[in-house]
């Protein structure tokens, strides 16, 4: 069972990284990459990383698709979008997708958490993870918070439109 | 049993996707996504070799991975916002910030 599980992650992943490099819809490869994050995720389950499944699907599903998609909107890329506006033709792989997503979250949620691991020493990774982050990586640790400051600060730099006389600030 | 060497050939697999969309693709969003792929193969192969060597230092590094990868989505992207405003499209060949002798462009 664990091998299928992992063969079939290994496939999501894939398959979602190949949908991001096929698609000519910038929507359809932020889905794609989507779908393989979401993998991932469940490959950090499986390999007894239960924190990193977690940020994975927080950070990367949550948020960095989001953004993906956002400025994808937000630019309106009418010529390239258009191809999306039709049916999605690959709407059941999709579907397909995260139903085979199911067994890994059903897995998760039921406390199959050191099934999914293998024996590794799941219960307490998190704590361990923790500890480890604010003792031996504290440093790098307090460091991330610089540079996500520094991060905000400059994507708010680069995209402050110039007040110009007459025009939309 | 999903062993290092799997781990290793899915993220060889998936760093090659990533690699092969940076160069064919020429729409700058998707390229950044296939930064984040190459970016994910390495977050798995730390991570798999944390396992491997029982070591909670590959999952700390993957962690950092992602804030880095996270920053770097924030910036890249108003990077592109910002060439869409120049150029007015995404594809990173219409983008040309110097002219073909070198010499900046007058806008």
């Given at each position: 069972?664990?091998?299928?599980?992992?063969?079939?992650?290994?496939?999501?992943?894939?398959?979602?990284?190949?949908?991001?490099?096929?698609?000519?819809?910038?929507?359809?490869?932020?889905?794609?990459?989507?779908?393989?994050?979401?993998?991932?995720?469940?490959?950090?389950m499986?390999?007894?990383?239960?924190?990193?499944?977690?940020?994975?699907?927080?950070?990367?599903?949550?948020?960095?698709?989001?953004?993906?998609?956002?400025?994808?909107?937000?630019?309106?890329?009418?010529?390239?979008?258009?191809?999306?506006?039709?049916?999605?033709?690959?709407?059941?792989?999709?579907?397909?997708?995260?139903?085979?997503?199911?067994?890994?979250?059903?897995?998760?949620?039921?406390?199959?958490?050191?099934?999914?691991?293998?024996?590794?020493?799941?219960e307490?990774?998190?704590?361990?993870?923790?500890r480890?982050?604010?003792?031996?990586?504290?440093?790098?640790?307090?460091?991330?918070?610089?540079?996500?400051?520094?991060?905000?600060?400059?994507?708010?730099?680069?995209?402050r439109?110039?007040?110009?006389?007459?025009?939309?600030? | 049993?999903?062993?290092l060497?799997?781990?290793?050939?899915?993220?060889?697999?998936?760093?090659?996707?990533?690699?092969?969309?940076?160069?064919?693709?020429?729409?700058?969003?998707v390229?950044?996504?296939?930064?984040?792929?190459?970016?994910?193969?390495?977050?798995l192969?730390?991570?798999?070799?944390?396992?491997?060597?029982?070591?909670?230092?590959?999952?700390?590094?993957?962690?950092?991975?992602?804030?880095?990868?996270?920053?770097?989505?924030?910036?890249?992207?108003?990077?592109v916002?910002?060439?869409?405003?120049?150029?007015?499209?995404?594809?990173?060949?219409?983008?040309?910030?110097?002219?073909?002798?070198?010499?900046?462009?007058?806008?």
């Amino acid at each position: 069972m664990r091998p299928l599980l992992f063969i079939l992650l290994a496939l999501l992943t894939l398959g979602g990284g190949l949908w991001v490099l096929v698609r000519r819809s910038p929507v359809d490869s932020a889905l794609g990459l989507l779908v393989a994050m979401v993998a991932i995720s469940g490959h950090y389950m499986m390999l007894g990383a239960p924190f990193l499944a977690a940020v994975q699907l927080i950070v990367y599903g949550g948020a960095v698709v989001i953004l993906f998609l956002f400025v994808i909107m937000l630019l309106n890329l009418r010529r390239e979008t258009l191809a999306a506006r039709r049916p999605p033709r690959g709407r059941w792989l999709y579907a397909l997708a995260g139903a085979a997503l199911m067994p890994a979250l059903a897995g998760l949620f039921r406390g199959g958490r050191g099934w999914l691991a293998g024996g590794a020493p799941a219960e307490g990774t998190v704590e361990e993870l923790g500890r480890a982050l604010f003792q031996r990586w504290v440093y790098p640790f307090e460091l991330t918070s610089v540079l996500l400051l520094a991060a905000l600060a400059g994507a708010v730099a680069l995209t402050r439109q110039a007040p110009r006389d007459g025009g939309e600030a | 049993m999903p062993e290092l060497n799997h781990y290793l050939l899915l993220a060889v697999l998936l760093f090659g996707l990533g690699a092969a969309g940076v160069l064919i693709r020429r729409n700058a969003l998707v390229i950044l996504m296939c930064v984040e792929l190459m970016l994910n193969a390495a977050n798995l192969v730390l991570v798999a070799f944390g396992r491997e060597r029982g070591s909670l230092d590959g999952q700390a590094f993957a962690f950092f991975s992602m804030t880095v990868a996270a920053a770097e989505v924030a910036v890249g992207l108003a990077i592109v916002v910002l060439i869409y405003r120049h150029s007015g499209s995404t594809d990173i060949e219409q983008v040309r910030l110097f002219g073909r002798d070198g010499q900046e462009e007058e806008r």
